[in-house]
């Protein structure tokens, strides 16, 4: 079924349209070809110029409140999830292709350039020569809050970016963890600065008086740093969203929606990693010197 405008909702079949509010359509559709998929929206919803199709089952497409318009091109297929926090921009229209039960996840407050593509999957199989096993799965992409992507960049599978990151124009991000508060850019990606901040000030229409005015920012700036007991692991939203049960994914996702803390999505898996493995290698240290002594 392809819905075009709203009226069309009710006529939808073996699909759910939920949530607390009906999305606007301007000039967009939404196309059910499997069964069981879930679309979920927030009050304030409007897709412009935007096409979603499930072309498979049981996928979720989460959109929550947005003082801006969804301008989306999504393809997803089998048991994906498409999330998107708060007031996120998007200049023009995202290129989202989700695949092999693998999941994109967006925080609020981002700003998308033009010509941005997503993909979770190559997604052709790579094959080793020697063992025959295969190189390439597919894996899920996960950006924090306030992230800045340039124009024309690509994010492949198995990327996740930390809260208060810019990645440069141009930009091909495949695979990596990029840290908070860094600006990123390159092909392949390399992080360039570190500890800085960006508001969404836009100077186009600014004159001398306005750089001069804003030479230094008096307000409290968008810094992010890591909490154990109130940032939440990218690895354990996947596990969340492997769950079978579409309505506890929902559950979850709104829980995650109503997190109002800053540092929600503000680490490395390898910094929580290597921490646990300094305790561990400090206990094995006191071990040694017991037995020595």
């Known amino acids: 079924m392809i819905i075009t405008k709203e009226t069309d909702f009710k006529k939808v079949k073996d699909n759910s349209i939920i949530g607390e509010g009906i999305p606007k359509l301007i000039n967009s559709t939404i196309e059910f070809v499997g069964k069981g998929n879930i679309l979920y929206c927030d009050k304030n919803v409007t897709l412009e110029d935007s096409k979603i199709v499930f072309h498979g089952n049981n996928s979720i497409v989460y959109l929550s ?19 998107f926090g708060k007031d996120n921009y998007i200049n023009q229209k995202l290129l989202i292709i989700l695949s092999e039960e693998k999941n994109l996840f967006v925080g609020n407050e981002c700003l998308f350039s033009t010509g941005i593509v997503f993909r979770t999957a190559d997604p052709h199989l790579i094959y080793d020569n020697k063992s025959h096993e295969r190189l390439n799965y597919s894996k899920s992409i ?14 492949l599978k198995g990327t996740q970016i930390d809260s208060g990151s ?19 850019a390159g092909v392949p990606l390399r992080e360039i600065k570190k500890k800085i901040f960006w508001t969404r000030q836009c100077v186009h229409t600014w004159t001398k008086k306005d750089t001069e005015n804003n030479k230094k920012y008096e307000k409290k700036g968008y810094i992010y740093h890591y909490d154990e007991k109130k940032s939440i692991l990218f690895s354990d939203i996947e596990k969340e969203l492997t769950i079978d ?42 071990k040694i010197i017991h037995r020595w002594c």
């Open 65 to 83: 409140s947005n003082y801006n318009n969804y301008k989306l091109d999504v393809s997803m297929y089998n048991n994906n999830t498409l999330y």
């Open 142 to 155: 996960y950006l924090g809050d306030h992230i800045w992507v340039g124009q024309n960049t690509i994010i």
């Open 166 to 184: 810019i990645i440069g124009a141009m930009s091909l991000v495949s695979g990596k963890k990029v840290k908070h508060n860094t600006v990123n």
């Open 245 to 286: 049960s579409p309505t506890d994914k929902i559950e979850y996702l709104k829980n995650i929606s109503n997190n109002t803390s800053q540092n929600r999505f503000v680490h490395l898996i390898d910094h929580v990693r290597i921490k646990k493995l300094i305790i561990k290698l400090k206990k094995i240290i006191k």
